[in-house]
């Protein structure tokens, strides 16, 4: 069983729509949660983080994680053509960066 | 610039070749990272740098070389490649145990013919 999963798409949506991307994973050891989102032909950039469990919203974009079930989303309302990108799970069981794990990323269309 | 500056963008290299990639952060981070990223996978964790000294070696051919000569610049020697090698070579740096500050630059392209 891999560390993290998540689908790698494509997920193609027409703008305004809700977006739901998830990530699953299996080490319960997990205590911190990232979102990060890459453009094409750019580096990963952090959109969003949440320590343990609950929600966490900014903006248009909602982060939540479900330690019990082992399960993170990250929800886009009102989805633009601009967040056409990949997006990517990254966890971690404590602080430092080299214990990173990350999921594939699920590659978002936007369609206007 | 996300700060995080990396060149070439793109590289062509023969099986025999030897070149270098280059990293540079202007964040005042302390820990400096190689990552390689293939389609449809994870990103891979290859080397970590902390306070100059390397702390992690995750099982890398010794085909790839980092080197780290202060904590704003990091090199990826590259030498005898093979195809599987080609991918997308990403640098990123942070604050030591501070990984909400992890920031990656824009990568380098890497295809080995």
């Known amino acids: 069983q891999k560390e993290v999963e998540q689908d790698p798409g494509p997920l193609s949506v027409p703008e305004g729509a809700i977006v739901s991307l998830n990530c699953t994973y299996s080490?319960?050891?997990?205590?911190?949660f990232m979102w990060y989102r890459q453009y094409s032909r750019k580096g990963p950039e952090l959109l969003m983080y949440?320590?343990?469990?609950g929600n966490k919203e900014d903006g248009r974009f909602t982060a939540q994680v479900d330690k019990s079930s082992k399960y993170i989303s990250l929800f886009i309302r009102d989805s633009q053509p601009s967040d056409s990108a990949t997006y990517l799970c990254?966890?971690?069981?404590?602080?430092?960066?080299?214990?990173?794990?990350f999921g594939p990323g699920t590659r978002l269309s936007v369609l206007p | 610039e996300t700060g995080v500056t990396q060149t070439p963008r793109h590289l062509v290299m023969g099986m025999t070749n030897k070149k270098s990639l280059k990293c540079e952060q202007h964040?005042?981070?302390?820990?400096m990272y190689w990552y390689k990223q293939s389609a449809k996978k994870p990103l891979e964790l290859m080397f970590v740098?902390?306070?100059?000294?390397?702390?992690e070696n995750n099982s890398v051919p010794s085909r790839f070389s980092p080197e780290c000569p202060n904590s704003s610049h990091l090199f990826l020697h590259l030498h005898t490649l093979q195809p599987e090698d080609s991918a997308l070579y990403l640098c990123?740096?942070?604050?030591?145990?501070?990984?909400?500050?992890?920031?990656f630059g824009s990568g380098t392209r890497l295809t080995v013919v």
């Open positions: 740098y902390n306070f100059k000294e390397q702390t």
């Open positions: 990123a740096s942070s604050q030591a145990g501070a990984i909400y500050g992890y920031t």
């Open positions: 990254a966890m971690s069981p404590d602080n430092y960066g080299q214990n990173f794990v």
């Open positions: 949440t320590y343990s469990s």
């Open positions: 964040l005042g981070h302390n820990a």
């Open positions: 080490n319960s050891a997990f205590q911190y």
